[in-house]
């Protein structure tokens, strides 16, 4: 019995282990203030503006009760979805990152900037100087910016929430 305790207690900490970034989270709200404005043209803003509308932008409503399909979802499975961490780890930004305060047309308590590029407290500043563009993606990877255009990349990271990944609580 007791190797099964250790060996659970041992799964536990590999989870959180897995679900602890390397890097800080900085936050949506310092991501936006260049994102959304016209810096220069070395901010893309199509993104932001399309990131405004898309259903990750939202995902944190689908973790309440008055969401029908929500609702369907507790009764079979006999949960409730805000207090369900698998839940909440797809729904809403990376447990580190500060809490929005409050909701904007820019930025809402779903999936965050940093759920899909990194925990930016690495990347944050240097992303921010000229010569980031230049940078290397093993660079880039090594402050923890998710390269994104890498196809493989991406869909691991994608993969996570839409189709499950155990160690890190999704």
């Known amino acids: 019995w007791s190797s099964d305790v250790c060996s659970s ?17 900085k936050g949506a709200d310092l991501c936006i203030r260049c994102h959304r404005s016209e810096q220069s043209a ?4 199509a993104t932001t503006k399309a990131w405004r509308h898309d259903a990750h932008s939202r995902a944190h409503l689908a973790l309440t009760s008055d969401n029908p399909r929500t609702r369907a979802m507790e009764q079979s499975l006999g949960i409730t979805a805000a207090r369900t961490a698998a839940c909440v780890a797809c729904h809403t930004h990376p447990a580190g990152e500060p809490p929005i305060e409050e909701e904007t047309d820019a930025v809402h308590a779903g999936i965050s900037c940093e759920t899909c590029h990194g925990a930016g407290g690495g990347y944050f500043e240097p992303h921010m100087e000229k010569r980031w563009r230049f940078l ?11 390269d994104l255009r890498n196809p493989v990349r991406k869909a691991e990271n994608c993969l996570g929430c839409h189709l499950g990944d155990v160690p890190s609580g999704k």
């Not at 207690?9 to 989270?25: G, Q, S």
């Not at 070395?42 to 803003?45: K, N, R, S």
């Open 42 to 45: 070395w901010v893309d803003l």
């Open 9 to 25: 207690d041992l799964a536990a900490e590999a989870v959180v282990a897995a679900r602890t970034p390397a890097f800080a989270a």
């Open 136 to 146: 290397s993606t093993a660079d880039k990877e090594s402050l923890g910016m998710h």
